[in-house]
Structures are given as structure tokens and as C-alpha cells.
């Protein structure tokens, strides 16, 4: 018979804990070196004792013991009691102390991993609407598991985890404000316990992800811009934005699933970073910038059908004609790209930045931009459908476009402490023609999803992604512009098709609402008697 060893991982081993045996952890000692042992109670005591032996004795015997006795409600499923602080204190010698996934005893009469049918009809609902735009959860039995072990143990990450999915995935019922609504209140009562008692995870991570999907596809603010800064700061805590630098909280994970879940994670975050500063000048970024060796999340094929897939680098030396991307990498790329964009747009009045660096600057962006832009639009031809995240990639690649060309397209606004460069007239003219071509792009996606509509009903509105609005609201912006400046009457037609498919969006996610009511307010807009 093959014997396994305990894996000691915190708060409890998953290899004990599926053998259905006791995780012995030896106590946390002070040898006489003077390093820290870090290990964790034993996770089937209820009791955690700290020793320290006296370095003075001679035969080694315990001439003194401080002995800290403090009663936990249940170990085994990570309370925070029992959490590791030297890994703050000193990560040196307390290196991967925590398991990434939360993994609670089960009684053998779950282990079929059953579902009732209120987590079969959300678990169905979420990965036909939500998860095609934010695939950042896995549908191999895993997920299904992590289901099951929810029904079982309350306030608890997974029971977290299930609350969000159903949140985000539940249409608004008539009448109700996304602030107000029962099952958002009973999610953030739910946060507040789960987070003050037990360990950081994954399962955590993603739920307050797809919170922060929730309030910032219904505008709730600064409840949304504040969440998202905290699963940025979870995730560095993690150290998932940088695996080779970065003090690790967790064990590397022992499948290829679990590490694409995390990657996915990470890369969920800091595309919700960008997107929720495309409209607000100034702010500092909450997710860091990627490391030079960051890997893209794998295709959607792979992900979904629980295969192992292939990463692709985010930077390359060189380019395959072979590598495809999946729509998700493509987002990932897209918001990598939005944020130098608007990282140069907060510099844009730096007094130690010269007019001709900031320029040079803006011409790469634009070159980056026009190539991305091209390959994105080239890989719609053949993948593009509401159930893919494929329009949110083209949606953030033109929202980039138009912040970028809207900085040059008037150069009356530069500062001149510097003096003046001839290039600003040059990179005004292809500003200018820029923007014209991204809004007609834009609009072209636009009668894409809504004949995509006109045909689905309303089972094609429940899969689209409110991470299309300010693209939307920044073309229509870019239309009243060329109405007023140039009594275009095709951008008359622009402004009307993407008013409507606000209107539409707003029917799932309020956000477009508060869009819509600014357009209102437009004099251009109010002439055309919509």
C-alpha cells in the first residue's frame, strides 16, 4: 500500500483531509539559533500552544515555557486567530505558509458533491451570462465541489463565493436599485464576517471580484472603486503580481488548474483597476504593473472544457504567425495597453516631462494601438459573439484610442515652459483622423450587438457586458463632436445607435443608466428629437 505523508498545509491538508485523517503539525518552537519554525497548530486541536526554549540550558531541557493558551472556534477551517503574523513580520522564515484554496472537512454523506437545485440554477445562470466576459472561476468538478462544500459550511469563503455568483449573476427585479437590493446587503454582511474569520484564499479573492463587478456594472459609488483597491491589495498580499520577487502567502498549487485560476484572478483585477479609471483623471493605479515575465491567461477552449492550456508571455521578443490568443488574454492585453494610455494622460501636465518626450511617447502609444486594434478587429471576424469576451477586448482597445487622440487633437492646450515642436501639428492631423475612424469602428461593433439582439431576445441582453458602456459613452461623445464641428450627418446615425444600445444595457446593468442621463443633457443630442 502506498503511504502519503501529510502535505501540512494551513489551515488543514487536503490529502488528510481527503483520507479523512488527523493533520499532525509539531507546535511552533524557537530553536536556539534564533529561527522560526513556521508551522500551525495541530489542525484537529481546538487549542493552539506557543513554546519557546530557553537557548541557556545546557541539557537541552525547558528550563522555561511561555505557553499562550487561546481557545479557536475551528482550526481546521482557517480561522484568523491562527493566522501566521511573522509572515508580515518576517517572510524570511516564514516562506508559503497558507493553502490557497479554502477546503473544510466534509462528511462523507457530501463527497458525491450533489447540488440542490438553488445552486444548480445559479451555478447555470452564472456560466452562461457572466463567466463568458469574466471567466475567472473554473467548471471542472472543482467548481461544482467548492458548490457543494458551500451548502455545508456557512459564513464561510465558499458560502461567500456562491452569494457573489448568484449577485451578479441575478437580473434586478423591477423597481429595485442595485444599492438596495436584500441579496447585495446579505453578500457584504456576509464579507465583513468571513474576512474577519478565516484565512485570505482564493475563493475569497474571487468573491470580492465579482462584488466589485456587481457595483461597478451598477455604478455604485465609490463603493466599486473602493473594492476594487481591495482585491488589488489581496492579490498583492498574495503575491500574485509578482511570483518571483514577491513574498508568496501561498504553497504552489499541485495542478495547472489551480495556478491558471490564480493567473486569471490577478489579471481579472488589474483589468478592473484600468477600466474604473478611464473616467476619473489623477489617481494612482491600485494593481501594480505586470512583471516583465507575466504569462496571459490561457484560451477559452482549454479553460472551459478543463483541459491543460498554453500561456502566452505578455511581452515578447517576437511574434508567431501560430499564437492565438484566447478572447480573455485579449482583454488582458487591451487593459494592459488602456493603462499606459492613461498613465500618460495623468502626466500629461508633469513640468519635468518636455513636450517632445510626451509627444514620442504618444506616438508609440498610437502605433501600439493601431496594430492591437487591427489584430483584435481581425480575430472578430471569426470568434465574435455575445458569449465571448472578445467586444470587451475591442471595447477597451477603442476606449484607449479615443482618451489618447482626444489629448493632441487641440494643441492650444499644451503647456509652452518648454517651448513649441512642429511635431504637434503632425500628431494633431492623425489625432484627429483617429478618433473618426475609432467611432465608426465603434459603431460598427454596436450594430453587430444589436442585430446579435434583435435575433437572441433577451437571452443575447443577459450576456452583455456592462464593460462596454464608456466605450459607448466616449463615441457617442466623439459623434455630438463631429455634429457640431462638421454636420456629419453618419455621425448623427452613430450617436442614435449607441444611445440605443445604452438603453438596452441599462435594462441588466444600471450603470448605463447614469451614462444615458448625461447624454441627455447634450445640446447635440437633444436636436435629433430621439
Request: proline share 5%.
Amino acid at each position: 500500500m502506498l503511504k502519503r505523508k501529510c502535505l501540512k498545509e494551513l489551515p488543514a491538508c487536503s490529502l488528510c483531509i481527503r483520507l479523512e485523517k488527523r493533520c499532525e503539525y509539531p507546535p511552533r518552537v524557537r530553536n536556539p539559533d534564533g529561527g522560526v519554525i513556521c508551522e500551525s497548530p495541530t489542525s484537529s486541536q481546538s487549542i493552539n500552544v506557543n513554546v519557546e526554549v530557553d537557548p541557556q540550558s545546557s541539557d537541552g531541557s525547558q528550563t522555561e515555557q511561555q505557553i499562550g493558551f487561546h481557545q479557536t472556534a475551528n482550526p481546521s477551517r482557517g480561522d484568523i486567530d491562527t493566522f501566521p503574523a511573522i509572515h508580515f513580520l518576517d517572510s524570511d522564515v516564514c516562506v508559503k505558509p497558507l493553502s490557497s484554496y479554502f477546503n473544510p472537512p466534509m462528511p462523507s454523506a457530501t463527497l458525491d458533491y450533489s447540488l440542490s437545485p438553488d445552486s444548480n440554477r445559479v451555478n447555470k445562470r452564472y456560466f452562461s451570462t457572466v463567466h463568458h466576459w469574466m471567466p475567472i472561476l473554473s467548471i471542472k468538478k472543482h467548481v461544482r465541489r467548492n458548490m457543494a462544500e458551500a451548502e455545508v459550511a456557512p459564513n464561510s469563503p465558499l458560502q461567500l463565493l456562491f452569494l457573489c455568483m448568484d449577485l451578479v449573476s441575478e437580473p434586478l427585479s423591477p423597481g429595485v436599485t442595485a444599492r438596495a437590493n436584500l441579496k447585495y446587503s446579505s453578500v457584504l454582511e456576509t464579507l465583513f464576517k468571513v474576512e474577519n474569520s478565516c484565512f485570505p484564499c482564493i475563493q475569497f479573492l474571487q468573491s470580492v471580484i465579482l462584488l466589485s463587478v456587481y457595483e461597478l456594472s451598477h455604478g455604485i459609488y465609490p463603493a466599486a472603486y473602493l473594492r476594487v483597491g481591495h482585491a488589488s491589495r489581496l492579490c498583492v498580499m498574495m503575491g500574485f503580481h509578482d511570483r518571483k520577487h514577491a513574498a508568496q502567502l501561498f504553497k504552489d498549487t499541485a495542478t495547472w488548474t489551480g495556478r491558471e485560476e490564480e493567473r486569471r484572478a490577478w489579471w481579472a483585477v488589474l483589468c478592473l483597476d484600468r477600466i474604473i479609471n478611464q473616467g476619473i483623471n489623477g489617481l494612482p493605479f491600485a494593481a501594480p504593473e505586470p512583471s516583465p515575465g507575466e504569462l496571459l491567461p490561457c484560451s477559452e477552449t482549454s479553460w472551459n472544457e478543463g483541459g491543460v492550456g498554453f500561456s502566452e508571455p505578455l511581452f515578447a521578443t517576437s511574434f508567431s504567425n501560430s499564437t492565438r490568443l484566447g478572447s480573455f488574454a485579449n482583454v488582458c492585453q487591451s487593459a494592459h495597453v488602456l493603462g499606459r494610455v492613461l498613465r500618460h494622460r495623468d502626466e500629461l501636465h508633469n513640468a519635468s516631462l518636455g513636450l517632445n518626450f510626451r509627444i514620442t511617447e504618444a506616438k508609440q502609444l498610437h502605433g501600439i494601438l493601431t496594430s492591437l486594434c487591427s489584430h483584435l478587429r481581425e480575430a472578430s471576424r471569426d470568434s465574435f459573439a455575445l458569449d465571448s469576451s472578445m467586444y470587451v477586448a475591442l471595447a477597451l482597445c477603442f476606449s484607449a484610442r479615443l482618451i489618447l487622440c482626444d489629448l493632441y487633437a487641440c494643441n492650444e492646450k499644451y503647456s509652452t515652459d518648454h517651448g513649441r515642436s512642429s511635431e504637434e501639428a503632425e500628431i494633431q492631423r492623425e489625432a484627429m483622423g483617429s478618433i473618426f475612424e475609432t467611432v465608426q469602428f465603434t459603431w460598427q461593433i454596436t450594430r453587430q450587438v444589436l442585430n446579435s439582439i434583435k435575433q437572441g431576445g433577451q437571452d443575447e441582453v443577459d450576456n452583455i457586458s456592462p464593460l462596454l458602456c464608456h466605450c459607448l459613452y466616449a463615441a457617442a461623445g466623439e459623434s455630438e463632436w463631429l455634429i457640431l464641428e462638421q454636420e456629419d450627418s453618419n455621425a448623427g446615425i452613430w450617436l442614435k445607435d449607441f444611445v440605443q444600445l445604452l438603453q438596452v444595457i441599462e435594462t441588466r446593468w444600471q450603470v448605463a443608466g447614469t451614462y444615458l442621463a448625461q447624454i441627455s443633457e447634450w445640446p447635440e443630442y437633444s436636436s435629433l428629437h430621439i
